[in-house]
């Protein structure tokens, strides 16, 4: 997967933790980008199985998706945590982190994870 779609996933699950529902109008505001990006965009993760929409827009989950949402935004945490810890301010702890969580392999993110 892409690291946009990669972006979207980990945007959805982050409003899903703080909104009953998440709609695309939800994740343009969040994203900061236009209703077309995000439907172009929602429009891949129903075609690669990670999301539904029913008919109200809602936005949900499926297995593979919410695996895929759940490993970046784990990633994202421990890295910014771990940047921080290593003096980086949490601004540039977390705009890192959002570079570095779709590059890492798993053997080093792991490594990292049981240090930190």
Do not use: P, Q
């Not at 929602?42 to 029913?54: M, N, Q, R, S, T």
């Not at 771990?82 to 705009?95: C, F, N, P, Q, R």
């Amino acid at each position: 997967m892409h690291e946009s779609g990669e972006m979207y996933l980990e945007t959805i699950l982050k409003l899903g933790k703080i909104k009953n529902h998440v709609r695309a109008v939800d994740v343009a505001e969040e994203m900061n980008v236009s209703k077309a990006s995000v439907s172009r965009a929602l429009g891949i993760l129903k075609a690669e199985e990670c999301i539904i929409v029913d008919l109200s827009g809602h936005i949900a989950f499926t297995e593979k998706g919410r695996a895929i949402a759940v490993k970046i935004f784990e990633r994202h945490k421990v890295l910014s945590s771990m940047l921080i810890s290593l003096g980086v301010s949490e601004e540039t702890a977390d705009k890192d982190a959002c570079k570095i969580e779709h590059v890492i392999s798993d053997e080093t993110f792991n490594a990292i994870k049981n240090r930190f």
